[in-house]
């Protein structure tokens, strides 16, 4: 999703919906569609009409609203979630070290909760390795191991753009 796009507009819609279902860029352009448009819809920058998400969802072989439903707001909290995480890997990954260490964790530990080799921990803690994004679920198992306050937002506070930061 684009900065400061509406999180109901449409493409922010059906981006999200891709990223839930596990759409790819590579299964979408195995469905006929060129790469950099592929791209553009999972990262929802790419103006849409309702019948280009007809058009996608038969593409797709499923049913429209599959990708154009409105999101409830758990599903808006943890797309938010995820879009600061993607953009601040790094960051978020060096607090997780940091609440690993407070807790006095170890990289094997956190390995198995996130169902990560321990290499693949060491990796993205040193950030020598491609960094996987940090989703709302495994930063959410985190928090509840640490038993964090402030939740799984705990990685991202301070991050969030302005129109997504949550009140308290």
């Known amino acids: 999703m684009e900065d400061g796009q509406d999180p109901d507009a449409l493409a922010a819609r059906v981006a999200y919906h891709l990223y839930r279902l596990g759409i790819t860029t590579t299964r979408l352009t195995q469905a006929e569609m060129y790469r950099e448009i592929a791209r553009q819809l999972r990262r929802g920058s790419i103006m849409l009409s309702?019948?280009?998400?007809?058009?996608l969802a038969a593409a797709?072989?499923?049913?429209?609203h599959e990708l154009s439903?409105?999101?409830?707001?758990?599903?808006?909290?943890?797309?938010?979630?995820?879009?600061?995480?993607?953009?601040?890997?790094?960051?978020?990954?060096?607090?997780?070290?940091e609440a690993s260490t407070a807790h006095n964790y170890s990289q094997r530990?956190?390995?198995?909760?996130?169902?990560?080799?321990?290499?693949?921990i060491n990796g993205v803690i040193r950030g020598d390795r491609k960094t996987p994004v940090l989703n709302w679920h495994d930063?959410?198992?985190?928090?509840?191991?640490f038993d964090l306050p402030g939740g799984a937002d705990t990685f991202i506070s301070a991050l969030l753009p302005k129109e997504n930061a949550q009140e308290s």
């Open 69 to 97: 439903r409105h999101l409830t707001e758990d599903e808006k909290a943890e797309w938010a979630f995820y879009r600061t995480s993607a953009r601040q890997v790094t960051e978020v990954w060096r607090r997780v070290a």
């Open 139 to 145: 930063a959410a198992k985190i928090a509840n191991e």
């Open 50 to 55: 309702m019948k280009d998400v007809n058009e």
């Open 60 to 64: 797709l072989q499923m049913d429209e």
């Open 109 to 120: 530990q956190l390995g198995e909760l996130l169902g990560m080799s321990k290499s693949t």
